[in-house]
Nanobody
Framework: QVQLVETGGGLVQAGGSLRLSCAAS????????MGWFRQTPGKERDFVAF????????EYPDSVKGRFTISRDNAKNTVYLQMNSLRPEDTAVYSC??????????????????WGQGTQVTVSS
């Protein structure tokens, strides 16, 4: 079992930055590929970022590429999402997720086994 807790959300003006953190319980955190997703009311979860268990490979959708950066510190059992140049359309609840097995496609939310409760990010124009 892995428990995930996100922090760092809040209200920011367009063009600003936020850093989200996702703290994981369990001693095997370093084995889990991790992802970030976001969701707005009435819509499906959207893929935001992915990092492999060793942190060497990352993946982003075009909508955030060049603005968001995912990273992880396995010694601290934490994955981060640095968000720069934020836009009003980035407003959503952001959740981190962990996969207990090998991922076929890290952009698909159902491939992940554990989820945090989410943290609200609101970007004002």
């Amino acid at each position: 079992q892995v428990q995930l807790v996100e922090t760092g959300g809040g209200l920011v003006q367009a063009g600003g930055s936020l850093r989200l953190s996702c703290a994981a319980s369990g001693r095997t955190f370093s084995n889990y590929p991790m992802g970030w997703f976001r969701q707005t009311p009435g819509k499906e979860r959207d893929f935001v970022a992915f990092v492999t268990s060793n942190g060497r490979y990352t993946e982003y959708p075009d909508s955030v590429k060049g603005r968001f950066t995912i990273s992880r510190d396995n010694a601290k059992n934490t994955v981060y999402l640095q968000m720069n140049s934020l836009r009003p359309e980035d407003t959503a609840v952001y959740s981190c997720a962990a996969a207990s097995g090998r991922l076929g496609n890290p952009r698909i939310s159902r491939q992940y086994d554990y989820w945090g409760q989410g943290t609200q990010v609101t970007v004002s124009s």
